[in-house]
Structures are given as structure tokens and as C-alpha cells.
């Protein structure tokens, strides 16, 4: 479920294709790959019963062009930092971006910019 709201979010801000875990055979660039690396439900000690859950999302950017994989990796970023809102019938408390690295894929001929976020929902 967290897959398809995650996947939904992306897809909404980007024209791009988006892919859930791995590279897809043949790939058409630029594109942008996601995992859900962990996830985790929060338990409130108290009475309340209230709990809460986040997830650490890896984006992946990647295009044949450096400055391609770039730009769209700031696009996700300015699209996806801070979101907040209701996606899926999940409610999304915030996102926020942990780091970024940029790194030339020599295997699949193409650069790749990982972002690692933290979705609280």
C-alpha cells in the first residue's frame, strides 16, 4: 500500500516514467526508480493508542545526460521536500530529504542521483 501511495506522489509531479525497485529491461531515460528501503509503526506508550509510521524512500534519478539526471533530481526534490497531504487514503504528515549522492553508472551507461527521504504518515 505504501508502494502505490509513494509511486502516486511521484507520478503526480513528473512527467517521467516511475518504477517501483529495479531497473526495468531496455529502459527509456530519464526515469526515476523508488524503493522503500524500511518502514516502521510507532506505538504511543500512553493511553492514547495513537501510532504513527514512517518509511525511508530511495529515489533514484537517472538519464543518459548528467545535467539531465540533475535537473530532474532537483525537480523531485522541490516537488517532494516538505510535502505534506492525502494520497491513496494515506495521510502524509511531511517528507523530507536525508542526502544525495551522484553517481556515474559506468555498468548501464547512464548517471544516477540518489536522494534518501523520511515520509512520516
Known amino acids: 500500500m505504501i508502494d502505490d501511495t509513494v509511486k502516486s506522489i511521484l507520478s503526480s509531479f513528473t512527467l517521467r516514467k516511475v518504477y ?3 531497473l526495468p529491461k531496455n529502459p527509456n531515460y530519464p526515469l526515476i526508480i523508488f524503493k522503500i528501503s524500511s518502514s516502521k509503526d510507532n506505538v ?4 492514547s493508542g495513537v501510532t504513527d509510521s514512517f518509511c525511508r524512500i530511495e529515489v533514484d534519478s537517472r538519464s543518459k545526460v548528467r545535467s539531465e ?42 548517471v544516477r542521483v540518489i536522494q534518501d527521504y523520511i515520509m512520516f504518515y
Open 20 to 22: 517501483a525497485d529495479s
Open 44 to 47: 504511543s506508550l500512553d493511553a
Open 69 to 110: 539526471a540533475l535537473s530532474l533530481a532537483d525537480e523531485i526534490n522541490a516537488s517532494l521536500s516538505g510535502y505534506r497531504g492525502t494520497v491513496n487514503g494515506v495521510e502524509v504528515g511531511l517528507v523530507r530529504r536525508e542526502n544525495r549522492v551522484t553517481i556515474d553508472d559506468n555498468a548501464v551507461d547512464s
